[in-house]
């Protein structure tokens, strides 16, 4: 039988990348268990889809705490009292204190709607399509201190067009990070990953084959 990693998933808006994880362990190709949903936002509509899949939610408002370290002892408390292993951040907008780091190390994992070291912190798709980038992505790395800063685990590439407005480049990108969020956490899984500063191994792994991308196609040359 296949081991099991028990995540608790952070979410604070929307909950699709949340929906993908939660479809990809029904259909039996991601070896996870979501014990527990956090959200900071009471709102969220990702906490309707936990509740629709019987997932146990808290809801911790920001202003309710007195600080972020009696945020972040609250969410360990809840976190560690549903036996969580991976923490999964789906579009948790709240950046964690070194407490809450300290109590995960490299068992934090962030998605970033850009190709991170590009446009990191809030309006990344915004800012990509306002810079005019030929190419955008996402990203899952681990969390450390910084913002979106963490080791990078997988990335995908999309095409940016001068025509692309933030929404058009967003739900490009958004549909990428519904396949390469489950794959990051079934590589943790399959404890596939090894850290060594900042190169994350993944052990099975071949060379991606692809051919270098060109946008616009290369024409003469
Ligand atoms: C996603 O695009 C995610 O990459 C982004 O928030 C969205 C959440 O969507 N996260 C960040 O910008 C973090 N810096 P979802 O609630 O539908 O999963």
Known sequence: ?????????????????????????????????????????????????????????????????????????????????????????AGFMRILGSLFLDAFPMKIMNIHPALLP?????????????????????????????????????????PAYTDDTEDTLAARILKEEHRIYPQAIQFYAEDRIEVTGRQVHIRGTDRVQAPPLHNPPLITF
């Open 1 to 89: 039988m296949r081991v099991k990693v028990n995540l608790g998933i952070l979410v604070s808006g929307s909950g699709s990348n949340l929906q993908s994880i939660i479809d990809n362990i029904e259909n039996g190709r991601l070896d996870a268990e979501i014990k527990v949903v956090i959200s900071n936002n009471t709102d969220a509509f990702a906490l309707e889809r936990a509740r629709k899949h019987h997932i146990p939610s808290f809801v911790m408002q920001n202003q309710d705490y007195i600080s972020r370290e009696d945020f972040d002892r609250k969410m360990i408390d809840v976190l560690k009292s549903y036996s969580v292993e991976l923490v999964v951040m």
């Open 118 to 158: 590009s446009f990191p912190g809030m309006h990344a798709q915004k800012k990509a399509a306002e810079y005019g980038v030929r190419f955008s992505g996402c990203t899952v790395h681990f969390t450390d201190a910084g913002v979106d800063s963490g080791p990078i685990i997988i990335q995908a590439i999309v």
